[in-house]
């Protein structure tokens, strides 16, 4: 039986656990009062953890990162070393040195490390072709707000590699960080992200170009917050819900 543990209650948290109602078992956030209330607002209340010591401790079978970047590099190995499986949606924290630590780590506890495909669409087709892929680029457009910018007009406020996008624009491109990770790697992926006052949703496209023909996606998303699109819960509900289905149907 899924026993979830989730780290970190706000939009993002809040909409998985409310979706995941009866399973989630704890729940821990560095500011205790978002875990209480989120506690109490769900039918099925789980215990809210005053420490991430009480929370590792506390009867899970696995972990849901919903926080930030720097709770996946602050708890992500203890989460494996617990002999937990873990989820993490704050994907950018995954550059390929602590990727390959986690790997390492999960596969000597003979755990899994699950990340959603997040605000995007076509991650099982960047995977399907990663080794025949000559050229991928990801075309981000959001409100000027998303990015704590005041601006009338549409401008290009960054063009280049995944990798610095995501250390750039942490808390706005995890999806970068996930289509690398599908295909070519963080260097080889390239990112646009353009701030456009006249957007409401997140808009995502990314282009896959290669051997096998190309690739076009756009996701126009509904926004939980200036900067968290909608779908990007919806995909680690989605996941989590397959973990106990008998069939599972893409990623």
């Known amino acids: 039986m899924l026993k979830l543990g989730i780290i970190g209650c706000g939009a993002m948290g809040n909409v998985i656990a409310k979706a995941m109602d009866g399973k989630v078992a704890v729940l821990f956030d560095i500011i205790e009062e978002k875990a209480v209330k989120l506690a109490e607002s769900l039918r099925f209340k789980p215990k809210v953890a005053k420490t991430f010591d009480e929370f590792i401790n506390s009867d ?22 617990s002999g937990r499986d873990l989820m993490v949606l704050s994907v950018g924290a995954l550059d390929e040195e602590f990727l390959s630590r986690l790997r390492d780590l999960a596969v000597r506890k003979g755990r899994r490390i699950y990340i959603p495909s997040g605000a995007v669409v076509g991650i099982d087709g960047i995977k399907a072709v990663s080794d025949k892929i000559s050229e991928i680029i990801l075309i981000t457009r959001k409100n000027p707000k998303s990015f704590g910018l005041n601006m009338n007009e549409c401008k290009i406020i960054f063009e280049g590699s995944a990798k610095d996008a995501v250390r750039m624009y942490p808390q706005n491109v995890n999806v970068a960080a996930t289509i690398s990770l599908a295909g070519v790697g963080l260097e080889r992926t390239k990112v646009k992200i353009i701030a456009d006052p006249n957007v409401k949703e997140n808009i995502h496209e990314i282009r896959v170009v290669g051997d096998f023909g190309e690739i076009l996606t756009v996701a126009k998303n509904v926004k939980l917050n200036e900067r968290t699109s909608y779908l990007a819960a919806l995909s680690a509900i989605r996941m989590l819900k397959d973990l106990e289905n008998a069939v599972v149907i893409g990623t």
């Open 60 to 81: 899970m079978n696995f972990v849901v990162e919903a926080a930030s970047q720097r709770a996946v590099r602050d708890y992500a190995e203890r989460v494996l070393e």
